[in-house]
């Protein structure tokens, strides 16, 4: 920590950060500012950045992720992609000039990750359907409080539990696979 202690400002990202850490490097760096910035890869580098306040308050469980930087939508919508009240979770849909147009040589996921933005005038405007549990704080901030679906992350690679299991189970030994 002590070849930090001259940075103004860090931005951690790829991972949910841990309130106890944040403490510790709060302790450890009183003059530095800390900065969770959350984004999938498919919407370039940031899609939301949380200016973390020092002293932490005491009750706090979780490290919000913030809100989007400019020319990024956000919306947390339920399972029929109809916006959900404040305080209620649904799934985080980003939009905006950062967004990826899709994945190369995958038409299948591209059409069923990034749909059509029904909130926009522009029929072309898409969003990026994350597959992150989210909910919107009464500050106006956002909570990450997990996944939807099965995948991780290890050292910031996605990993699909699913295709793991289906491989397994190919093999003719296997019988049934769980990860």
Do not use: M, W
Not at 14 to 22: C, F, K, P, R
Not at 44 to 64: G, H, V
Not at 99 to 113: C, F, I, M, P, V
């Amino acid at each position: 920590p002590e070849s930090l202690e001259g940075v103004r400002e860090i931005i951690t990202g790829g991972e949910a950060l841990s309130v106890t850490h944040i403490r510790q490097a709060q302790k450890l760096l009183p003059k530095t500012q800390l900065i969770n910035g959350y984004g999938p890869t498919e919407n370039t580098t940031f899609t939301c950045c949380y200016r973390i306040p020092s002293p932490l308050d005491e009750n706090l469980t979780s490290i919000p992720i913030g809100r989007p930087i400019a020319n990024t939508e956000v919306y947390i919508l339920d399972s029929n992609l109809e916006p959900v009240p404040i305080g209620e979770a649904g799934e985080l849909y980003i939009g905006g000039d950062g967004l990826a147009k899709g994945y190369l040589n995958r038409q299948d996921l591209t059409d069923e990750k990034f749909i059509v933005n029904p909130f926009s005038e522009d029929s072309t405007a898409k969003l990026y359907k994350t597959g992150d549990k989210v909910k919107y704080l009464p500050d106006g901030n956002i909570e990450f409080i997990g996944r939807l679906d099965n995948q991780v992350k290890l050292r910031g690679y996605r990993i699909e539990l699913g295709e793991i299991e289906t491989a397994l189970a190919q093999h003719k030994t296997v019988r049934d696979a769980v990860v």
